[in-house]
């Protein structure tokens, strides 16, 4: 009968083992991966070339396409849309907006042009050859910056830590929203946007910092930064205000890089490390699955329950009370002998 009792703590001994084992196999599964998936990798990108910009341009957004560039400019009152030749840094082609909207970000969708206000709860759509305003749709708080995809989909920012997305069929409803993570932690801030065709991301720089950052669109996760401080130092001057322009050369896969009143734009290769996006993304999946099924869920609840220290006495009770239960055990019979004495 004792050794009944043994084997009985010998199987609770065992039990505790294995939810103590899997606890600790989900908190290292964790790590690992947020420390895989979620590392950023920090770039100083190389000047591949220098095009003249016009110092006095308030630069909010920049868009290539067929060998122009489109810029928008802000400010109340200076405020305007323009195509800029790309061999000489002049401006063809200029529409200023009215003094009472202060314009933002743009993009080229379905061969227009999209800009974004800032306060206005307005955007705007250009004829992309004349620049001739061809409408107009709401935006549910602020405009900063707006791209679009390959497959058509297009993202806005309002300076939060969040991407909007916008429905391409009717540009004022928005249809989903998007939390951008550094290092595990929401990114504030984002600005310019692009979607570069040919590599799946979103680029966004981060208002006032000279910071690119590319981000997967499915994760939210950041996983590149590209670092514009040491070009800035070298070209630029004290007039310079924020990096605040990024446009995509598909042709050549590369990107033009500008700011507020800077005195160029930048052509850079930012695609280098864009497939580090995908991979952490792929090991996220991997993991997520296995880490938060249903049984190792139920283990965690378990397990956090018994650690919770106002716990102990109850569960230190209820172990005691079983274990003496196994180990006091009826005396045995007296033999026939002892009986007939008596």
Known sequence: MRG???????????????????????????????????????????????????????????AFLDGKLYESTGLYG??????????????????NLSETYFAEGISISNNSI????WRENIGFIYNISTLENIGNFSINGEGWGICTTQSGNIWLSDGSFQLSQIDQGNLSSSIDTLTIYYDNLPINRLNELECPFDSGLIYSNVWLEDKIIAISPSSGYVCSEYDFSEIRQQFENNESRELNGIAYDNDKSLFWITGKNWSNYYLVDLQAHSKDCQISEELDNCCTKDTFSPLRLLLVIIV??????????????????????????????????????E
């Open 4 to 62: 009944q009792g043994r084997g009985h703590k010998s199987v609770l001994l065992l039990f505790f083992v294995f939810l103590f084992s899997s606890f600790s196999g989900i908190v290292s599964s964790d790590s690992t991966t947020d420390s895989e998936s979620n590392y950023v990798e920090i770039i100083f990108p190389e000047v591949i070339e220098i095009l003249p910009h016009d110092s006095s341009a308030f630069t909010q957004g920049l």
């Open 114 to 117: 999209i800009q974004l206000t």
């Open 304 to 341: 956090g329950i018994f650690l919770m220290p106002f716990s102990w006495p109850i569960f230190g009770m209820i172990f005691y009370k079983i274990f003496r239960r196994q180990t006091q055990q009826p005396p045995p019979p007296r033999n026939i002998e002892e009986l007939s004495e």
């Open 78 to 95: 200076e405020s305007s849309l323009r195509i800029v030749n790309i061999t000489t840094g002049e401006i063809e082609q200029k529409i």
